[in-house]
């Protein structure tokens, strides 16, 4: 098992949680927080080795758009590359949602 874990800049506060996916074979599940630090912080816990140029890449990625203040936790079984920025694109749609108790 691997972990690792990666910081970028942030410009907005998250004030909303988020969970999507599953751990199981092949998959991946998304916990997505508020961050008091201002700045998005990601933690990877996954259990295939060697593959952290890969995760690096797609966070990157992801982050060129992303500018929300979060803790994500990402708990990896196998999930490819596609399916990591799915996730994650999901959780950060989620967060961004207002709750029943927002003003539209």
């Known amino acids: 098992m691997e972990n690792m874990r990666?910081?970028?800049p942030a410009t907005r506060p998250v004030t909303r949680?988020?969970?999507?996916?599953?751990?199981?074979?092949?998959?991946?599940?998304v916990l997505l927080s508020p961050s008091d630090s201002g700045?998005?912080?990601?933690v990877i816990n996954t259990s295939v080795d060697g593959y952290?140029?890969?995760w690096k890449?797609?966070?990157d990625r992801f982050?060129?758009?992303y500018d929300g203040a979060a803790k994500i936790e990402l708990n990896d079984f196998g999930a490819t590359p596609g399916v990591v920025m799915l996730r994650l694109s999901e959780a950060a749609e989620l967060s961004d949602e207002p709750s029943d108790g927002d003003a539209a």
């Open 6 to 8: 990666y910081e970028y």
């Open 17 to 29: 949680r988020a969970h999507v996916g599953v751990v199981g074979s092949g998959d991946l599940e």
């Open 39 to 42: 700045q998005a912080e990601v």
């Open 52 to 54: 952290g140029h890969v």
């Open 57 to 59: 890449s797609v966070l």
């Open 63 to 65: 982050f060129q758009r």
